[in-house]
């Protein structure tokens, strides 16, 4: 019997403009999914500017066997497709069952929406709301080429939730799918301290709504927390970009490790083993997300439940959407840490347990990417 030929997904992403280990768990664990669930999966920036970034895409996509599965095209000064030809992507786009606009960060083009198929997926929700409340025209233009609306946050439009819900535009929620099987661990954690991946000081991105300021930089909320190592004997661990020497310094006072994420870059594997070597997660959120309780739960932080480590976030609202109190903990007071902790400490083979079981129960690709092609009506790959 001679098979159908499976359905294509594109995936829009932006991996070569943050080049570091987050962004491509983030963006490989879409591509794999759907590729696991019976689609021919493609990964494709239509805003290319280099060269030297195209090679290095191409060693990204060669590590996780997608590289004849990619396209790179760079239309800023001479134009030139990587990847494949610019004729092959061009019928690509006309094929495509659906085409992903990964945080919504390709300008959609007539060439990506002709077909009708293009879905934005907001991983940063509270921005482009506001946009929308504000009436700014060119967030309008912007997503009005797309078919459907998929956002991380997964508190829009239920009570308690201040980010304003888009009059014209229906945003369902949804989350950083995961491959559990690429967190699996031949034992338990190598070090005592939990730990984290992140950025200090992004003082940029701020935005207003109806009268107040909210940050985009999570170093305002670990000021908040900034003595929690001196409150308990469980070590904790920061590994650190966009910091200066003196904001090393008073965390070291106040007890906090500090490693450099340089070290893990844009080596998928170094970041997938710091994870697997932690003992749990210990993290903020942005002032964004946490004030406006937007329901968000960061990709990273999805990574460390699959691979059986405790997560302990700040309360952004997650609990609409997963169970809290085993493997995974919200906290908004620093009593709420202190108890995390020691519940964590005190049978940590069972929380350990607990952050696998909810990975495979609410963030596996299976349930993720399933719930989503649902969603679009899609019933077959």
Same mark, same amino acid.
């Given at each position: ?21 987050g962004?491509?768990?983030l ?10 669930l ?9 805003q290319g500017? =280099?060269?030297?970034?195209a090679?290095w ?14 396209a790179?095209?760079?239309? %800023?000064?001479?134009?030139?497709c ?6 092959s992507?061009t ?9 992903? #606009?990964?945080h919504?960060? $390709? ?11 293009l ?5 940063? &929700? ?10 700014e ?8 080429? %797309? ?6 946050g ?16 229906h945003?369902?929620?949804? %989350? ?8 699996? =661990?031949? @034992? ?17 991105? $701020? ?8 940050h985009w =930089? ?9 003595? +929690? &190592?001196?409150r ?31 070290r +893990?870059g844009? #080596? ?7 994870? +697997?070597?932690s003992?749990?997660?210990f ?11 937007t329901?968000? +739960? ?13 997560v302990?976030?700040?309360?952004s609202g997650?609990?609409?959407?997963? &169970?809290?109190?085993e493997g995974?903990?919200?906290?908004s ?30 963030? =596996?690709?299976?349930?993720?990417? @399933?719930?989503?092609?649902a969603e679009?009506?899609e019933?077959?790959g």
């Amino acid at each position: 019997m001679t098979m159908k030929p499976s359905k294509k997904i594109i995936v829009l992403g932006m991996i070569t403009r943050h080049p570091v280990a987050g962004m491509i768990w983030l963006t490989v664990q879409y591509l794999l999914g759907f590729q696991r669930l019976g689609y021919d999966v493609y990964y494709v920036e239509p805003q290319g500017s =280099s060269a030297e970034s195209a090679a290095w895409l191409e060693r990204v996509m060669r590590q996780f066997g997608l590289e004849h599965r990619w396209a790179y095209d760079i239309i %800023h000064g001479e134009p030139r497709c990587y990847g494949m030809s610019k004729t092959s992507l061009t019928e690509l786009y006309r094929e495509a069952a659906w085409i992903f #606009n990964l945080h919504g960060s $390709t300008k959609p083009t007539p060439e990506l929406y002709a077909t009708g198929r293009l879905v934005y997926i907001g991983t940063d &929700p509270v921005e482009i709301e506001i946009n929308l409340w504000d009436g700014e025209d060119w967030a309008t233009k912007y997503l009005e080429p %797309h078919c459907a609306f998929f956002t991380w946050g997964e508190n829009l439009g239920r009570p308690g939730c201040r980010v304003p819900v888009p009059r014209d535009f229906h945003f369902k929620p949804t %989350h950083q799918p995961a491959i559990l099987d690429l967190w699996d =661990s031949d @034992g338990g954690p190598s070090s005592d301290a939990m730990t984290t991946i992140g950025n200090w000081a992004q003082p940029y991105r $701020t935005v207003e709504f109806q009268g107040e300021t909210y940050h985009w =930089s999570k170093h305002y909320e670990f000021l908040k927390f900034v003595d +929690l &190592p001196r409150r308990t004997a469980q070590p904790f661990e920061l590994a650190l970009s966009s910091y200066k020497p003196e904001d090393r310094r008073m965390l070291e006072a106040n007890g906090w490790r500090i490693t450099e994420a340089s070290r +893990l870059g844009d #080596n998928a594997y170094a970041y997938r083993d710091y994870i +697997l070597g932690s003992r749990g997660e210990f993290t903020v959120a942005k002032d964004q997300y946490v004030r406006m309780k937007t329901g968000w +739960l960061s990709d990273r932080s999805v990574c460390y439940l699959a691979a059986g480590r405790p997560v302990i976030n700040q309360d952004s609202g997650f609990a609409c959407a997963f &169970p809290t109190g085993e493997g995974l903990f919200a906290f908004s007071t620093m009593e709420d840490i202190l108890t995390a902790v020691d519940k964590i400490n005190s049978d940590y083979a069972r929380h350990a347990r607990a952050a696998r079981e909810l990975a495979r129960t609410y963030l =596996s690709y299976e349930v993720v990417l @399933g719930h989503m092609l649902a969603e679009l009506g899609e019933t077959r790959g």
